[in-house]
Structures are given as structure tokens and as C-alpha cells.
């Protein structure tokens, strides 16, 4: 069993930066497939980004592609969100997500397949 904690999150003015981090409970962790997903007040949970198992790939959604940038450090069994020129689109609470590796399958941006999750942590972006 893998527990994910986030943190990082706060409020931040528009334009600003903030690095979210998603800390595991073990180092297999390190070898996983993760991602981070968003959900705003009465959305729908939203794919944001992904890294591939072997840290080979990555993908973002379009509405982060060019301001967000996901990245793991294995000593640490951390993965990171770094967030920039935040907007107020972007105010919402923050869940890191984690799968075994698949074969053949390198990314998945779909929230069903991923086994593990965080918490979630808040980010608030005001105008």
C-alpha cells in the first residue's frame, strides 16, 4: 500500500508561483506511473499532468501546457508540480495520483486507472 501526502499549496496573487510536492510512503513509489489532477468547487475532477513510470514522458493538460512543469526526485520519493503564471482558473484543491507500471502503457490521463491518491491540497489564486 502506497500513502501520498501533498503539500505546498496556499494562496498566491495572479501571476505568482507556487511548487507543490506529493511525498510517498515507499520508495516503489519510484516507479510508478503518477499524475496530478485538480478539482474546482462544483467541477469535475480535471486531469493536469503525468510521468511515466520511467520518467520517460510526460504529458499536461491544455489549460497548464507551458505553466506547469511534474518532475520526481526518487531520493526523496517526491514528485513535484511546479505551478507558474497561476491564474484564478487555476484556485482549486490539488490530488497527486499514483499506478503500477502497465505494460505498454506509458501515460494515462484518465482518474479511474490510478490506484493510489493523495489527500489533496489547496491552492488559491486571487485576482
Known amino acids: 500500500q502506497v500513502q501520498l501526502v501533498e503539500s505546498g499549496g496556499g494562496l498566491v496573487q495572479a501571476g505568482g508561483s507556487l511548487r507543490l510536492a506529493c511525498a510517498a510512503s515507499t520508495r516503489t513509489f519510484n516507479n510508478y506511473t503518477v499524475a496530478w489532477f485538480r478539482q474546482a468547487p462544483g467541477k469535475e475532477r480535471e486531469f493536469v499532468a503525468a510521468l511515466s513510470w520511467d520518467d520517460s514522458f510526460w504529458y499536461y493538460g491544455d489549460s497548464v501546457a507551458g505553466r506547469f512543469t511534474i518532475s520526481r526526485d526518487v531520493s526523496k520519493n517526491t514528485v513535484y508540480l511546479q505551478m507558474s503564471s497561476l491564474n484564478p482558473s487555476d484556485t482549486a484543491v490539488y490530488f497527486c495520483?499514483?499506478?503500477?507500471?502497465?505494460?505498454?502503457?506509458?501515460?494515462?490521463?484518465?482518474?479511474?486507472?490510478?490506484?493510489?491518491w493523495g489527500q489533496g491540497t489547496q491552492v488559491t489564486v486571487s485576482s
Open positions: 495520483a499514483a499506478e503500477r507500471p502497465r505494460a505498454g502503457v506509458l501515460i494515462t490521463t484518465g482518474e479511474h486507472v490510478y490506484e493510489y
